[in-house]
């Protein structure tokens, strides 16, 4: 049974972020004029579960069913988070090398330990529909990606020149614009297909498995990609010869907006990807259900 959807649900997540956002940048605020290290870990925290909580609201928002709970989406959202990024980390440490496959490894790794975390915390959900799933999948990848933010945000704080507080507010604006369309998504995507499958690891599962970790690989990559092709495509001969020798050139200016032109179109046709891959799930479950209450 689907559950009901109030206006007051509808806006929550508006309020939500709204709030949240005000009460950050009162801290930021509040950190720089009084250089209060003490409200540091406020900053972060904030910063980086704003984005996240907000799409899981609004998640919540958009229909389920009585399955999908406010506790379930807590669980999932925490333990499931802190499952993920603490799988991550230790598979990564024993399994990373430097390669050419680093960044396939890295996929494959972190959307494996999401679609564990999403199996470990819905183990004892009873009906499995694909929407609930998509949602459930969701906030496990947020609850990662908040998680995973907030380390990156820590890491950012410190420089040669001591704590920047600048630094930190750049790093955490920047994965909060990049958090829809990244951890949330791709987990969603599995999610959806998880639930379709009746939780089981079934063919199609597994597909959409390395499907997302391709998305996400090429994510992680488009940078190199994109200094790649800008080399390809604007390399001047000396540049080319200095490579040969182990040396790094200088780039021009032109060469620089080629990389951020190519960096972003990549990550933004990533992004139409993927979206589009979870629009097309959730219309395929519509539509079937749909059929089936005919």
């Known amino acids: 049974m689907k559950a009901p959807m ?11 972020f709204l709030t949240g956002l005000v009460l950050w940048l009162a801290t930021v605020v509040v950190t720089a004029w009084t250089g209060n290290s003490n409200l540091v870990p406020t ?3 904030f ?3 704003l984005v996240p909580v907000t799409f899981v609201v609004w998640a919540y928002g958009r229909g389920r069913s009585a399955e999908v709970t406010v ?3 807590f669980v999932a959202f925490v333990v499931g988070g802190v499952l ?12 990373l090398r430097p390669s050419v496959l680093v960044y396939v490894l890295v996929g494959l790794i972190e959307e494996g330990v999401k679609l564990a975390a999403l199996i470990f915390v819905t183990r004892h959900v009873a009906r499995r529909v694909t929407r609930d799933g998509v949602v459930l999948g969701a906030t496990v990848g947020f609850g990662f990606a908040a998680f995973e933010s907030a380390g990156y945000a820590f890491n ?13 507010v750049e790093t955490e604006v920047l994965r909060g614009i990049l958090t ?3 951890h949330g998504l ?4 599995t999610g959806g297909a998880l639930f379709r499958a009746g939780g089981r690891l079934t063919g199609p599962v597994l597909l959409t498995y390395l499907g997302v970790s391709l998305l996400h690989a090429l994510w992680d990559s488009m940078s190199a990609i994109a200094i790649a092709l800008t080399l390809v495509l604007t390399g001047r001969p000396w540049q080319f010869e200095l490579l040969r020798i182990g040396r790094v050139p200088h780039v021009t200016d032109w060469q620089v907006h080629v990389y951020t032109v190519l960096n972003w179109t990549g990550l933004i046709v990533i992004s139409l990807v993927a979206i589009g891959w979870l629009w097309t799930t959730v219309v395929t479950d519509r539509r079937d259900r749909g059929i089936l209450s005919q």
């Open 84 to 95: 993920g990024v603490l799988g991550a980390s230790l598979l990564e440490s024993w399994l």
């Open 186 to 189: 791709w987990t969603a995507i």
């Open 47 to 49: 910063g980086s579960f």
């Open 6 to 16: 109030t206006a007051p649900m509808t806006a929550l997540w508006l309020r939500i």
């Open 180 to 182: 829809p369309v990244g």
């Open 156 to 168: 950012a704080l410190f420089t040669a020149d001591g704590l920047s507080l600048t630094q930190l």
């Open 43 to 45: 900053v972060v925290l």
């Open 71 to 73: 506790e379930r989406l």
